[in-house]
């Protein structure tokens, strides 16, 4: 069984930057692809970015492309994303999820997660 834990969120104004972190317990993380997904009050849960096992695949919501960046750290079994340029539309609570032994393709879909965490809240402010 693995454990993610966000962490991370605040606010910040928009323009701003955030950095949210994803660590998991539990073995092998190198096995997970992982993915970062987001709901904001009212609306649906959407995919934000995914990594592959190996962090060498990426996909990004068209939404924050350019100006998010996901990275993993198989040593430190953390994933990260790095927000920058953020904007009052990306407010929401932000959820990291797992997908074991699948691609980055795979992980952009919260049916395709087998573990997540309890999210972190984002706020930007105008």
């Known amino acids: 069984q693995v454990q993610l834990v966000e962490s991370g969120g605040g606010l910040v104004q928009a323009g701003g930057s955030l950095r949210l972190s994803c660590a998991a317990s539990g073995r092998t993380f190198s096995r997970y692809a992982m993915g970062w997904f987001r709901q904001a009050p009212g609306k649906e849960r959407e995919f934000v970015a995914s990594i592959s096992r190996t962090g060498g695949n990426v996909y990004y919501a068209d939404s924050v492309k350019g100006r998010f960046t996901i990275s993993r750290s198989n040593a430190k079994s953390t994933v990260y994303l790095q927000m920058n340029s953020l904007k009052p539309e990306d407010t929401a609570v932000y959820y990291c999820?797992?997908?074991?032994?699948?691609?980055?393709?795979?992980?952009?879909?919260?049916?395709?997660?087998?573990?997540w965490g309890q999210g972190t809240q984002v706020t930007v402010s105008s």
């Open positions: 999820a797992s997908a074991t032994n699948m691609g980055a393709y795979e992980a952009r879909s919260w049916g395709a997660s087998d573990y």
